[in-house]
């Protein structure tokens, strides 16, 4: 995103040490979308974001489970299910 390149020992970490073969992602939400002292990209620069990383864990070969667009327990709840399997 920055331009700045990773170099081998970053890119050999990413393919050979996973966690997780699964990676929760959560859309950008336009309608919750705010900007504050943490989050600092405008909504332009959060959509692009979202795009590289979605590129990024492709790349590796991870599963992408999008966490759906809802209030936070049912956020929460959806991401648990997922994880105990059901």
């Known amino acids: ?5 990773i170099d081998q020992e970053m890119k ?3 393919e050979n040490w996973r ?3 699964h990676v929760f992602i959560l859309p950008p939400w ?3 979308y705010l900007t504050d002292a943490q989050r ?7 959509v692009f974001t979202y ?5 990024t864990y492709r790349s590796y070969q ?6 759906p667009k809802a209030p936070v327990g049912e956020r929460a709840d959806f991401i648990l299910d997922h ?3 059901k």
């Open 1 to 5: 995103m920055e331009g700045i390149p």
């Open 12 to 14: 050999t970490y990413a």
């Open 19 to 21: 966690y997780n073969t």
């Open 30 to 32: 336009k309608d919750i």
């Open 40 to 46: 600092k990209q405008d909504w332009n620069e959060a």
């Open 51 to 55: 795009n590289k990383m979605i590129q």
């Open 62 to 67: 991870y599963d992408l489970v999008e966490v």
């Open 83 to 85: 994880i105990k399997g």
